[in-house]
């Protein structure tokens, strides 16, 4: 999720379980901190290693056994920082609790996007995700951080609590639609006689009308948008297509390869949505999952591998690009005025 999401639930939730004893205001530092603290993973960085910053974003710093770390170092962070003001936060213990809300929102919230948090490290590194909100989402985001703002300034917990009663209930209306969504791709591709080996439903930028759906069939990824009304029926729109990657693919890297090495690694952390395509006798796996424009099948980062798969062959690629007339053909996706929509079940 984005930083300011994170920020407005840790001043929230540190607010709200404050206990007496405590300022309100050191409580709601506490909380913004330490709900900011897990990202500090983007400072993981290897020149000669184009995938660590995948490998390691969401990994250990966001797991349930890191919160306590996150708690206690933001604890003593903030009770210093108050006690060289010359305030008086109460003892730092008693910013133990609200830090650990902090950091436990991060957590939560970003399990709710699509990317994938290893919340069991060290006892797995499964990435879970719930794909019920959007990494950015204004209308879950600014009714939240208006009355976290609030609660800070007018010391009423009371609003902190209702921000947080907001961005739950914002959260679950996202796992309906999504549920919605996904039972209506799975019904009509059975229709069709369609039973695809892969298939996943993502929240597209803002919004809990239009999910971006993925599946495969017959080794072709299929990229759609179902359109969910809150009250009304489904619609379905379908996207783009690309050839699905596997190990025998024509042009991989040799076995053991560096670029054989690199791809693997992709791999795992793409779980396996990998798409495939040939450029000047170089292949180019993708990550389907992700792409700027919820019919696109061009993902948004991929890794390019020449023939001898050396270092030098090897690249990380990342594709924000966005054409003309792309901002109008996604609100068209959101409105439901692209013509190209057809009811489902």
């Known amino acids: 999720m984005d930083n300011v999401t994170h920020a407005a639930l840790g001043i929230a939730a540190g607010i709200v379980v404050r206990r007496q004893g405590c300022s309100l205001p050191a409580a709601a530092v506490a909380g913004l901190l330490a709900a900011e603290a897990p990202d500090l993973d983007v400072f993981i960085r290897q020149a000669d290693d184009p995938l660590v910053a995948f490998r390691w974003h969401r990994h250990f710093t966001h797991s349930f056994a890191f919160l306590a770390v996150w708690a206690a170092l933001t604890a003593g962070i903030v009770a210093g920082l108050f006690h060289w003001r010359g305030r008086h936060p109460g003892p730092w213990t008693g910013l133990l609790l609200p830090a650990a809300a902090g950091t436990l929102t991060h957590l939560l919230c970003d399990n709710c996007t699509s990317y994938g948090t290893m919340l069991l490290w ?35 917990p009371r609003l902190a609590a209702y921000g947080l009663l907001w961005f739950s209930a914002y959260a679950l209306a996202g796992v309906w639609q999504q549920r919605r969504a996904e039972t209506g791709v799975r019904e ?158």
């Not at 209308?139 to 208006?146: E, G, I, Q, W």
């Not at 948004?300 to 966005?322: F, H, I, K, Q, Y």
Request: aromatic content about 10%; proline content about 9%.
């Open 122 to 156: 060290p006892f797995s590194e499964a990435r879970f995700s719930w794909d019920c909100l959007p990494i950015i989402d204004l209308f879950a985001t600014l009714p939240l951080l208006v009355l976290a703002i609030l609660a800070w300034r007018r010391h009423a």
């Open 188 to 345: 009509w591709l059975a229709t069709k006689g369609v039973a695809p080996a892969k298939l996943a439903v993502k929240p597209t930028i803002s919004n809990l009308l239009a999910w971006r759906a993925i599946w495969l069939h017959e080794g072709r990824w299929q990229v759609a948008v179902v359109r969910v009304s809150p009250f009304g029926g489904r619609q379905l729109l379908l996207g783009e297509t690309r050839t699905a990657w596997t190990p025998t693919s024509a042009g991989n890297p040799p076995p053991f390869s560096p670029g054989a090495h690199v791809i693997t690694d992709f791999s795992v952390f793409t779980q396996g949505w990998n798409t495939y395509d040939r450029e000047d006798g170089a292949i180019v796996v993708g990550d389907i999952r992700f792409a700027m424009l919820p019919t696109s099948s061009r993902p948004l980062w991929s890794v390019r591998c020449g023939p001898g798969g050396t270092p030098a062959e090897t690249t990380l690629r990342m594709d924000r690009r966005l054409d003309d007339g792309d901002w109008d053909r996604l609100l068209d996706l959101l409105t439901g005025a692209d013509p190209r929509y057809f009811p489902i079940p």
